[in-house]
């Protein structure tokens, strides 16, 4: 689901052929001059210019312009490395801006694909549902085997997202679930399966507007999520917080590790949650639907 925080990214022109990345993410600042062949220098530097400079080159090279200077301001509201999308986020809309300073029409599908090979660099096989809701905004369903689907929601669906601060990598973590399948298959499968056909009812529960099966469903996933060791002590801590505080449900979102859960209120609770999960030692945001997508515009 696309929610209501936002990255965006101001891209202009420079002479010569450096790319200079000027860049708000989250609580840090970062100030980059590279060339196209300059490496960062520093590990922090490196994890949030990778994406950026992976996006901005396949860009370039993409719509005719490589070796092209470019000054690049990227903000964002979106905590970074917490399960809500970040580097998605910011690799769309600097995809979107760049293309629209040369005035070069790229289709959701460019953006996509150009977006899917800056996460392959983070996540490694990545499933692309973080860049088609950032490109598509409102609610997408992914399978294997049918690839994405809009869901139309029949009633509002406002969350409560707690972050924990904890930050994690979602390589690492996905990696760890990979050996866990192959390793404890008997134990492993069952439980795949059954998160997939709660993700399935889920979507109905969306489209039917009947929040509380979503709620309880929610419930299950985090609780199977718990027993293949993706869960952390603080989350759940979160979790539970949420629901003492009446959320219809609650669970981790993203890779888990840390990072951030999700909540359900009520449209009367929300204030309550929020104030349950800042007392429990998360930072809480009350959030709704985006249905927008990337949009991406010149200024004089």
């Not at 492993?188 to 929040?211: R, V």
């Not at 949420?242 to 981790?252: H, V």
């Amino acid at each position: 689901m696309a929610i209501n925080l936002y990255s965006t990214a101001i891209v202009s022109r420079r002479k010569g052929t450096e790319i200079r990345v000027r860049s708000l993410l989250s609580d840090s600042t970062s100030n980059l001059k590279l060339s196209p062949h300059q490496e960062p220098t520093t590990r922090e530097t490196a994890t949030s210019f990778k994406p950026i400079k992976a996006a901005v080159q396949a860009t370039l090279e993409y719509i005719g312009h490589a070796g092209a200077g470019l000054e690049i301001d990227i903000a964002s509201q979106i905590p970074v490395g917490v399960g809500l999308g970040s580097s998605a986020a910011v690799a769309v809309s600097t995809i979107s801006a760049t293309a629209k300073l040369f005035d070069v029409k790229v289709s959701k599908e460019d953006v996509f694909r150009l977006a899917f090979a800056t996460e392959n660099l983070i996540h490694g096989k990545p499933s692309g549902i973080d860049q088609m809701t950032s490109i598509e905004g409102d609610i997408v369903l992914y399978r294997v085997e049918e690839g994405f689907r809009k869901i139309k929601a029949k009633k509002d669906i406002p969350l409560v997202i707690g972050n924990t601060g904890i930050t994690r990598s979602t390589g690492d973590l996905v990696r760890k679930v990979r050996e866990l399948a192959e390793k404890r298959k008997s134990f492993f499968k069952p439980i795949a399966e059954s998160c997939g056909e709660i993700s399935l009812k889920a979507a109905k529960a969306i489209q039917n507007g009947n929040l509380n099966d979503l709620g309880m469903l929610m419930n299950m996933n985090h609780n199977l999520l718990v027993k293949i060791s993706v869960s952390h002590e603080k989350l759940s801590h979160l979790v539970e917080a949420a629901r003492e505080a009446g959320a219809l449900g609650a669970k981790l979102t993203g890779a888990g590790g840390g990072g951030c859960m999700i909540a359900l209120p009520t449209s009367e609770n929300a204030e309550d949650i929020v104030n349950a999960i800042n007392i429990a030692g998360g930072k809480a945001y009350s959030v709704t639907l985006d249905k927008k997508g990337v949009v991406a515009w010149l200024e004089n």
